[in-house]
């Protein structure tokens, strides 16, 4: 994926990627995520994500929100356990209204105590929302149980109590130890000549002040293994099995990517959904993910059922996992799951904010952006007895968590 980049003094890097269309979008990506926060500080990177909205130092809340919702542009932003995203899209003409508003809330955001107060009873709501979705909450909590006490297993969102405890103090001192210049990239995908958009990035980012604060990030161990039963007030029972899988480093990160795509990725025709849902009729949602982190991973599997057949579900899912854990793919197997997971991801990039994003990511972690041929060799250099050896690595038994969300009696 051809760009061009323009690196600050600060260490702030511009990337920018040409595409012939009227609409912009653009990205600051901040490597602070939720993994980053202090022992009972649990959503506090979100909470700081919400905030950046609401004052700077010379805008406020109704300015910030306006700024570019009133020439027709989204402006959102969203966290994760290792990043926090802000991004917009908008017409052309309007990039240097975008990185004006980017560096004012990013660098200039005054937490005042009544805004503060008013977005915690947000999050407040927010948080009861999700727990009331137990296809959402039960990922967070399978993901809690495979790190346990670890922060990479924590909620983004934080706990009530947590979020009750979160001072303006905390927020500052987050942003001055994470928010480190030389873990941001501006990402712009339009059409500009690069002169412009380095230009712009000078303007506006080149005076922050340099902020190179080593992260010191711990890698989790997962120690923690077997069954578990939750009891709730729901109608189906919900479950999710899984493990840990490999970091976005990972030598055979292409290939688990490659198997999960052939189980549970997206489309109708993967093996999950043929077995369980269009075969049996058991399932209405079935699916299975693989998240890479920078030092480790989560590979699981969700479905939700009535509670009568989730033991018949769950062993089929086993059934599916064993084969692929015995049987080598076959040429034509493996040939049409590699043109299948290619052309899936050669059509989102027709999403250019997704892909704006993506590369930002890679050039975080990887100081690269993979073009869609190097991508597509990658994949295809797989063999199937590299899936096979993956198959009996990631999918072994013995070394999975399943967690049960079960209606009580």
């Given at each position: 994926?051809?760009?061009q980049?323009?690196t600050?003094?600060?260490?702030i890097?511009?990337?920018?990627?040409?595409?012939?269309s009227?609409?912009?979008?653009?990205c600051?990506?901040?490597?602070a995520?939720?993994?980053?926060?202090l022992p009972?500080?649990e959503g506090?990177a979100?909470f700081?994500?919400?905030?950046?909205?609401?004052?700077?130092e010379?805008?406020?809340?109704?300015?910030?929100?306006?700024?570019?919702e009133?020439?027709g542009?989204?402006?959102?932003?969203?966290?994760?356990k290792e990043?926090t995203?802000?991004?917009?899209s908008?017409l052309n003409?309007?990039?240097?209204?975008a990185?004006?508003l980017?560096e004012d809330?990013?660098?200039?955001?005054t937490?005042?105590?009544?805004e503060?107060?008013?977005e915690?009873?947000v999050?407040q709501?927010?948080?009861?929302s999700?727990l009331?979705?137990?296809?959402e909450?039960?990922q967070?909590?399978?993901?809690?149980?495979?790190y346990?006490?670890?922060?990479?297993?924590?909620n983004i969102?934080?706990?009530?109590?947590?979020?009750?405890?979160?001072?303006?103090?905390?927020?500052?001192?987050?942003?001055?130890?994470?928010?480190n210049?030389?873990?941001?990239?501006?990402?712009?995908?339009?059409?500009?000549d690069f002169?412009?958009?380095s230009?712009?990035?000078d303007k506006y980012?080149?005076?922050?002040?340099a902020?190179?604060?080593e992260k010191?990030?711990?890698t989790?161990i997962?120690n923690?293994?077997g069954?578990h039963?939750s009891?709730k007030q729901?109608s189906?029972?919900?479950?999710?099995?899984?493990?840990?899988?490999?970091?976005?480093?990972?030598?055979?990160?292409?290939g688990?990517?490659l198997?999960?795509?052939?189980l549970?990725?997206?489309g109708?025709?993967n093996?999950?959904?043929?077995?369980?849902?269009?075969?049996?009729g058991?399932?209405?949602?079935?699916?299975?993910?693989y998240?890479?982190?920078t030092d480790?991973?989560?590979f699981s599997i969700?479905?939700?059922?009535?509670?009568?057949?989730s033991?018949?579900?769950a062993k089929l899912?086993?059934?599916?996992?064993?084969?692929?854990r015995?049987?080598q793919?076959?040429?034509l197997?493996l040939?049409?799951?590699k043109?299948?997971?290619?052309?899936?991801?050669?059509l989102?990039?027709?999403?250019r904010?997704s892909?704006i994003?993506?590369m930002?990511?890679?050039?975080i972690?990887f100081?690269?952006?993979?073009t869609?041929p190097?991508?597509?060799d990658?994949?295809n250099?797989?063999?199937?007895?590299?899936?096979l050896?993956?198959?009996n690595?990631i999918?072994d038994e013995?070394k999975m968590?399943?967690l049960l969300?079960?209606?009580?009696q």
């Open positions: 994926m051809e760009y980049l323009h600050l003094t600060n260490g890097r511009i990337m920018y990627k040409h595409a012939p009227a609409i912009t979008h653009c600051l990506l901040v490597n995520g939720s993994r980053d926060e009972q500080q506090l979100h700081i994500e919400h905030l950046l909205f609401k004052e700077t010379r805008r406020g809340t109704n300015q910030i929100l306006n700024r570019l009133v020439i542009a989204d402006l959102n932003a969203y966290t994760t990043y995203c802000i991004h917009a908008f003409p309007y990039l240097e209204r990185i004006d980017f809330i990013v660098f200039h955001s937490f005042p105590e009544d503060l107060e008013k915690r009873g999050i709501d927010e948080i009861a999700y009331d979705q137990p296809e909450a039960i967070d909590d399978f993901e809690e149980l495979l346990k006490d670890h922060p990479i297993g924590k969102l934080g706990t009530t109590e947590s979020v009750n405890t979160l001072t303006r103090d905390d927020m500052q001192q987050f942003i001055a130890t994470n928010y210049t030389n873990q941001m990239i501006f990402a712009v995908i339009g059409d500009y002169k412009k958009v230009k712009l990035g980012f080149g005076h922050i002040a902020n190179y604060t010191k990030r711990v989790p997962v923690v293994y069954k039963v009891q729901i189906q029972t919900h479950c999710v099995m899984g493990g840990e899988a490999y970091s976005s480093s990972h030598k055979d990160k292409t688990l990517l198997l999960n795509n052939i549970g990725g997206m109708m025709s093996r999950l959904n043929l077995e369980i849902r269009e075969k049996y058991i399932a209405y949602t079935i699916e299975s993910n998240t890479a982190f480790t991973g989560i969700y479905f939700g059922t009535d509670a009568e057949k033991e018949k579900a899912v086993h059934k599916e996992l064993k084969k692929l015995d049987n793919l076959g040429t197997q040939h049409q799951a043109q299948k997971f290619i052309g899936q991801i050669a989102a990039e027709e999403n904010m892909l994003i993506s930002a990511k890679s050039l972690d100081n690269y952006v993979d869609l190097q991508l597509f990658k994949i250099n797989v063999t199937a007895s590299q899936l050896d993956i198959s690595e999918f013995s968590i399943t969300f079960e209606p009580k």
